[in-house]
């Protein structure tokens, strides 16, 4: 049995594209991190932009908050919350490119 993995790819334009074919944006509502159709243009774009850190944060550039992995009573989300290193704030990618594809 394979283990599942998650495929995301941070683009040059700061989009995190989740899936292959049917690419999606992480994007924001309301601060939960969510899955939409990739913005092209418009002011709505600013959402789906993300800046990865060294430190293993990725911070939502428009409001300079991290994503963090929340966990609730029957559910676990992400959230954007002010960046404090805690370990729900702190991600690990394998295979890290700089290239587009």
């Known amino acids: 049995q394979f283990p599942l993995s998650q495929h995301l790819k941070h ?4 989009e995190i594209h989740f899936g292959s074919p049917q690419q999606l944006c992480f994007d924001v509502r ?4 969510i899955l939409q159709k990739c913005t092209e243009e418009g002011p709505a774009i600013h959402q789906q932009h993300w800046d990865f850190q060294e430190n293993g ?3 939502h550039i428009l409001s ?3 994503m963090e992995a929340v966990v609730q009573e029957n559910s676990k989300d992400l959230y ?3 960046c404090d290193g805690k370990a729900s704030q702190l991600w690990r ?9």
């Open 80 to 82: 954007l919350r002010q």
């Open 93 to 101: 990618f394998d295979n890290v490119s700089s290239v587009d594809k």
């Open 30 to 33: 309301q601060e939960q991190v």
């Open 11 to 14: 683009t040059s334009r700061k």
């Open 64 to 66: 300079g908050k991290c």
């Open 57 to 59: 944060m990725i911070v």
